[in-house]
């Protein structure tokens, strides 16, 4: 079994806190793939503000982390799943992975993200779960993964 987590709506505070540990974890890559993406950092931080919902991950009350996700049609799409880097490697990510997909199995079809190429932790993680790579975009440097979840509307293709 795996570890058991809590996800709450992220405060004001917990907001920037994630904003800052995107950021630094991107740290050179960062101007590049903004590049890539033909975003300036202010652009995406308006969308950071107004996509999707952020999360906090707390773990026996604790913060352990958090996420940027974002529900839309059939899709869910995680913009961003943050492990603090002292809790790594404890099965958070997984059981947020877990997670997120019981809640949204209904109502999605689909479950989305990007990862960087060369991140490999993090591929291995979605690897496990069932994400296969859709869409390499080499410009970016990125992976989009997908996983088909068992959905009310996902049959039939
Ligand atoms: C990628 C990330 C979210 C993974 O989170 P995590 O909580 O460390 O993930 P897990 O603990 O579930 O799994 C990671 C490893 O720990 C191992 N693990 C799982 N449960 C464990 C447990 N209870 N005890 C010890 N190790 C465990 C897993 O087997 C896994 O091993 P692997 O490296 O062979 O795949 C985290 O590393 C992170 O935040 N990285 C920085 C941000 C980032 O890159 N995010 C992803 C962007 S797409």
């Known amino acids: 079994m795996g570890v058991d987590i809590e996800m709450v709506q992220a405060t004001p505070s917990e907001r920037v806190e994630l904003l800052g540990l995107i950021r630094s974890e991107l740290a050179d890559r ?11 950092w202010d652009q995406f931080e308006e969308l950071y503000e107004t996509r999707g919902e952020v999360r906090t991950l707390k773990r026996m009350g604790a913060v352990v982390g958090f996420c940027w ?20 490697g404890r099965g958070i990510g997984s059981a947020t992975l877990r ?7 209904d109502q999605a079809e689909v479950i ?5 190429n060369d991140n490999a932790a993090a591929r291995r ?8 790579a859709a869409k390499v975009l080499p410009e970016v440097g990125f992976t989009v ?6 959905g009310e509307r996902s049959g039939g293709r």
């Open 145 to 150: 993964m997908r996983k088909r979840v068992a």
């Open 99 to 105: 997670s997120l997909e019981a809640e949204f199995q």
């Open 30 to 40: 960062g101007d590049a793939i903004m590049k890539a993406m033909g975003l300036t």
């Open 69 to 88: 996700i974002e529900h839309r049609g059939s899709e869910l799409h995680l913009h961003a799943i943050f492990v603090l880097p002292e809790q790594r």
């Open 112 to 116: 989305e993200l990007g990862v960087e």
């Open 125 to 132: 993680l979605y690897e496990r779960h069932g994400f296969e």
